[in-house]
């Protein structure tokens, strides 16, 4: 690559088009130019050359010599000048961005969670995360097993602030929890269940923007809030939902 292709490369990358790269180039060269001289070192037409040179005398790029009606490019230190300028206008105004970013464009949120009061602190953000919500279904897959952290006290808890945050709860469980058919149903939960040869030794909920896991055997869980995650889980859990009987 020769050495004005590096430079138009560079140039270009900075948002100065290739046309302008090339007369800002060629007047370095011929160190003053009218616009006659210019367009015939250039091979172009002085009627498409005069746009060009405008719109460059407005970027600072080139510079009228009144008295002999030709254009002299400007010094490329003072080209850097100009671009530092406003680099630093920009850096500036960086923090009023965050007064028009859109609140859902936030870093996703990890908190983590152990031990039988850990994950029952859990359940209850999650059921929290409905206080100012749309929608408000639960959506839960799982096995029975995992209501082991459902004392008696806890589920009394529970089951009043569901009730307070008109929270519905679906949930996909494995087969053999079909035992609890009828006390699912007292509890205005609808269920629906895997096939026998699924078997779950996890949690996994979503809800309004944020997604919960549990590993029962470890009693570890993790509280994921991420709008666009939790929206493609959710889905996920409607399809599986709309196929199991």
């Known amino acids: 690559m020769t050495t004005q292709e590096t430079i138009k490369n560079v140039l270009n990358n900075l948002n100065i088009p290739p046309k302008q790269a090339e007369v800002y180039l060629k007047l370095l060269e011929l160190g003053e130019a009218g616009a006659t001289q210019l ?13 060009v040179i405008q719109k460059m005398e ?15 490019a400007s010094h490329p230190k003072l080209l850097f000048e100009n671009l ?45 995360a409905f206080d100012k919500s749309q929608d408000r279904t639960l959506r839960v897959i799982g096995d029975s ?9 806890f589920k009394k808890q529970y089951q009043t602030k569901r009730k307070e945050l008109g929270v519905n709860v679906k949930i996909i469980l494995t087969a053999k929890s079909a035992r609890l058919n009828e006390s699912l149903n007292k509890l205005h939960m609808d269920a629906k269940y895997l096939p026998q040869n699924y078997q779950l030794t996890g949690r996994a909920s979503f ?22 995650l939790a929206d493609t889980f959710i889905q996920c859990f409607n399809f599986m939902w709309s196929i199991l009987k």
Do not use: C, H
Request: glycine share 6%; proline share 4%; hydrophobic share 35%.
């Open 145 to 153: 097993d995992s209501w082991y952290f459902y004392d008696k006290d």
């Open 58 to 72: 407005q970027q600072g790029l080139v510079t009228k010599v009144v008295n002999n009606r030709s254009f002299k």
């Open 39 to 51: 367009s015939r070192a250039l091979g172009t037409n002085r009627t498409t050359l005069y746009p």
């Open 207 to 228: 809800g309004n923007k944020k997604i919960a896991l549990v590993a029962l055997r470890e009693k570890n869980g993790i509280m994921i809030e991420s709008p666009e």
């Open 84 to 128: 530092q300028r406003n680099n630093l206008a920009f850096y500036q105004i960086l923090p009023l961005f965050s007064q028009i970013i859109k609140a859902d464009a936030r870093p996703t949120k990890v908190k983590f969670y152990s031990g039988l009061k850990g994950i029952q602190q859990l359940l209850m953000d999650e059921l929290s």
